[in-house]
């Protein structure tokens, strides 16, 4: 999603899109190192974890401080809006487990706002500034994909009760957490024909909704079971996104 993002300026340039990955790189390795230890060593969940505590307090602390060399380099390179967009990934990968993974809303909603994040922060590594196409992108994606997020938690529903995790579906049972992932996806989609009536994305954009809609509708008229919906829409925002890119870049 950072070279996602990085694709959507009118210029591309190798270097500052580099150092932006990689620092997203390392803000997702940070999170999985954390994840790791709290499900292995304080929730018990995972069966084994190949490192000790102290090789994963060292793997986070060395990390974080090359994360912290990319904020300098993309602050000279960048300027400062690319480094306020990229600095908060490190605090979400972190604080992923147990603190906001525990809760219905920051469990749905961090995901979709690092990935959102993630893409504005590669955007502005090109630019410098971020503009509103680009903020209609980050907020068609983050409302999709936190629909799916809920989605995927419907499917660890049983598993979420007993560890314990207030995910939405555990707070609201499963039935009425896919009422509101279904509203997600009609905000998500809403926001993009929006976004492309106003002339902020190319009325072409459009397109690029027919997929999830066509998922949403088949979805509901023969529901599969939850793991099938979840591996659709997956494929769905994969299509999505590429048709919503080749909208910008080519078409628009």
């Excluded at 397109?207 to 979805?219: E, K, N, T, W």
């Amino acid at each position: 999603m950072s070279v996602f993002g990085a694709g959507l300026a009118a210029a591309f340039a190798l270097g500052p899109a580099a150092v932006h990955a990689f620092a997203v790189c390392l803000a997702v390795y940070v999170a999985h190192l954390k994840d790791g230890y709290v499900d292995y060593y304080v929730r018990g969940e995972d069966e084994t974890n190949p490192l000790e505590p102290a090789e994963i307090r060292t793997a986070m602390g060395v990390s974080a401080a090359v994360f912290g060399l990319c904020l300098l380099a993309l602050w000279f390179v960048s300027g400062p809006i690319a480094v306020a967009l990229t600095a908060p990934l490190l605090a979400f990968g972190y604080f992923h487990a147990p603190q906001l993974d525990t809760h219905p809303v920051t469990g749905t909603a961090d995901y979709p706002i690092g990935i959102a994040l993630a893409t504005a922060g590669g955007y502005a590594a090109q630019t410098g500034t971020v503009g509103a196409t680009i903020v209609a992108v980050c907020l068609v994606f983050g409302f999709l994909l936190a629909a799916i997020n809920v989605m995927l938690d419907r499917t660890d529903y049983d598993h979420d009760r007993r560890v314990p995790k207030r995910t939405l579906p555990v707070a609201l049972g499963p039935a009425r957490a896919l009422r509101v992932a279904w509203t997600l996806v009609s905000i998500s989609l809403g926001l993009l024909v929006f976004s492309s009536a106003i002339g902020v994305l190319p009325s072409s954009a459009v397109l690029a909704g027919v997929v999830p809609a066509a998922v949403s509708i088949g979805s509901l008229v023969r529901p599969p079971d939850p793991e099938r919906l979840v591996g659709l829409f997956i494929g769905a925002t994969y299509l999505f996104g590429a048709i919503l890119f080749l909208s910008i870049r080519i078409v628009g």
